[in-house]
Nanobody, 114 residues
Framework: QVQLVESGGGLVQAGGSLRLSCAAS????????MGWYRQAPGKQRELVAV????????DYVDSTKGRFTISRDNAKNTVYLQMNSLKPEDTAVYYC???????WGQGTQVTVSS
């Protein structure tokens, strides 16, 4: 049974930081490219960041470049999203996703107040 469990969301003021974690089980984590998505109220889910299996290559949606950093620890079966200089428009539910098998976590709410 595949499980992706996100944590680390919360309420933060604009300019603040949060670090999201996604712990995976039931998959061979090290062979899965991973992604973080987000969905704001009334909007479509969008891809925020992706990372390759070994972590050597990453990519980001333009609106988060320079502020967000995706990383992974294959020994801990965990992928992270460090979010700095948060803006109110970053408010959304954030989900992690396995590129292989198309598995999703339950999401964690991030709210950025102005």
């Amino acid at each position: 049974q595949v499980q992706l469990v996100e944590s680390g969301g919360g309420l933060v003021q604009a300019g603040g930081s949060l670090r999201l974690s996604c712990a995976a089980s039931g998959i061979v984590f090290s062979i899965n490219p991973m992604g973080w998505y987000r969905q704001a109220p009334g909007k479509q889910r969008e891809l925020v960041a992706v990372i390759t299996t070994g972590g050597s290559s990453t990519d980001y949606v333009d609106s988060t470049k320079g502020r967000f950093t995706i990383s992974r620890d294959n020994a801990k079966n965990t992928v992270y999203l460090q979010m700095n200089s948060l803006k109110p428009e970053d408010t959304a539910v954030y989900y992690c996703h396995t590129m292989l098998g198309d598995h999703w976590g339950q999401g964690t709410q991030v709210t950025v107040s102005s």
